[in-house]
């Protein structure tokens, strides 16, 4: 079963990379972004046998650094 993992900073947390991309949008000459914050999309092939609470214990341990950063499950079919 195809799942995804969007991981993006929390709020007050510092993002470098989505201050970069902002500042290169607008030397590229795209006006009305605001601001920009980057975050990973994890995307997993899991067996059907995969529970949910084994999904969230991958991303407590590895995936996401729950200290700075939220996630976000999507399981597909």
Not at 6 to 32: C, M, N, R, W, Y
Not at 35 to 52: F, H
Not at 53 to 62: A, Q, V
């Amino acid at each position: 079963m195809k799942t995804r993992i969007f991981v993006t900073l929390k709020g007050g947390v510092l993002d470098p990379q989505g201050k970069a991309i902002h500042h290169a949008l607008e030397s590229l000459g795209f006006s009305g972004v605001n601001d920009v914050r980057a975050g990973k999309l994890i995307e997993l092939d899991l067996a059907e046998s995969v529970t949910d609470g084994e999904i969230e214990e991958m991303c407590k341990k590895l995936l996401a650094n729950t200290v700075i950063e939220n996630y976000r499950i999507e399981r597909g079919a």
